[in-house]
């Protein structure tokens, strides 16, 4: 049967009292330790999903400010050919328009050149038939003398 005796007494005396000791000694410290860092591992924890979640937004705004500016520049492009085509368009209406001014000036300048000369031709055969008719006219000595006449004058012309 069982039978008590004094050493199983004290030694389960013992047993409460290192169980009480190491509860408050050994037990309690160490668990305040673990849930110091649990709670230091779940603050970090905290922190990086916080971090996480500021890089993921500042990600998402850098994506649309990218988007933004595609857009406005693909805008500005497109107005600068717009403006480009405009000013490309009035340089070359301009430069048609003094194409034809000189055009027209130079046309009109050769005519009024063709004029004088046709009038000093006109001028210059005047005086040459008046030359001519006076000597022809001043001289009837026959056809050599006309002859001479002729070959003087195309000389002198």
């Known amino acids: ?37 649990q709670k230091e591992e779940d603050a970090r924890l905290a922190d990086a999903e916080a971090a996480k979640n500021s890089a993921l937004k500042s990600k998402e705004e850098y994506e649309a400010s990218i988007k933004n500016a595609e ?4 805008q500005i492009v497109a107005k600068a050919r ?23 000036k ?8 063709k004029k004088k000369i046709m009038q000093q031709a006109e001028t210059a055969v005047r005086d040459m038939v ?10 009837k000595e026959g056809t050599d003398n006309d002859r001479t006449l002729y070959d003087e004058f195309l000389r002198q012309q």
């Open 71 to 74: 857009q406005e520049k693909s």
């Open 130 to 139: 008046v030359t001519a008719a006076a000597r022809v006219a001043g001289e």
């Open 106 to 113: 130079a046309c009109s300048d050769a005519e009024q050149e």
């Open 1 to 37: 049967m069982l039978r008590l005796d004094w050493n199983l007494v004290f030694t389960v005396i013992n047993l409460l009292i290192l169980y009480v000791l190491m509860r408050k000694f050994l037990f309690k410290p160490v668990n305040e330790i673990l849930e110091k860092r």
């Open 82 to 104: 717009e403006e480009a085509a405009g000013e490309y368009s009035r340089i070359v209406d301009e430069a048609q328009k003094k194409a034809g001014t000189i055009v027209e």
